[in-house]
């Protein structure tokens, strides 16, 4: 057994023993809303949005974006789960501007192996197998903040699953204060119709 799942375990031990109330939590979200944000460790949406355990649901993936499976999650947690309210959160020092989809789907088909960046870019280890898979997906990268937040939201907004009544806001979560910053042009695309 590795360190890290040892410790994760006993962690885990250590929260199911001070469990109690948290059983009786209902499925719904109590305060009724939903955030979509990054997958980033640094990003923690309990604490820059002040949630509890069952206050409100979390979508995570790499760079918060409104992809297929985030908009599913979204339409769910709405039509079944009665959220009322959406948060798009990006942040800023995303590792989804590091790259593009080109530089992605090359250092895939080098390798499977971790890739490393240094002042000049990726770079593979080069011993293969690779796969050339990546060439049909969307990689879904970030070139500024501000237009993928916007974008993401516009996404939200125009997808025929999700009912205009509801509003759609955009932020970015800046790393180094712990701010949530509005995206004026996110806010004018995401308001309720």
Same mark, same amino acid.
Request: hydrophobic share 40%; with cysteine; proline share 5%.
């Given at each position: ?35 979509? !944000?990054?997958?980033?460790? =640094?990003?923690?949406? %309990?604490?820059?949005?002040?949630? $509890?355990?069952? +206050? *409100? ?42 790259? !593009?989809?080109?530089?992605? =789907?090359?250092?895939? %088909?080098?390798?499977?192996?971790? $890739?490393?960046? +240094? *002042? ?74």
């Amino acid at each position: 057994m590795s360190t890290l799942l040892k410790e994760v375990l006993s962690a885990n031990e250590a929260y199911a023993k001070n469990f109690g109330d948290k059983a009786k939590l209902p499925m719904p979200p109590g305060r009724h809303f939903a955030i979509l !944000t990054c997958m980033d460790a =640094r990003l923690d949406p %309990a604490k820059y949005a002040g949630l $509890a355990e069952g +206050d *409100a649901h979390v979508i995570r993936n790499a760079g918060g974006r409104a992809s297929d499976d985030a908009i599913r999650s979204l339409v769910i947690s709405y039509k079944l789960l009665g959220t009322r309210e959406w948060f798009v959160i990006h942040h800023t020092d995303c590792g989804m501007e590091t790259f !593009t989809n080109e530089i992605m =789907r090359k250092l895939l %088909a080098s390798s499977l192996k971790a $890739a490393t960046i +240094d *002042a000049s870019g990726w770079h593979d280890s080069g011993e293969g197998p690779g796969s050339t898979e990546g060439e049909y997906i969307d990689w879904l990268t970030i070139g500024k903040q501000a237009q993928s937040v916007t974008s993401d939201v516009t996404r939200i907004r125009n997808h025929p699953l999700v009912p205009v009544v509801i509003p759609i806001y955009g932020y970015i979560y800046d790393v180094k204060t712990g701010r949530l910053v509005e995206v004026p042009e996110a806010k004018e695309a995401g308001k309720v119709k």
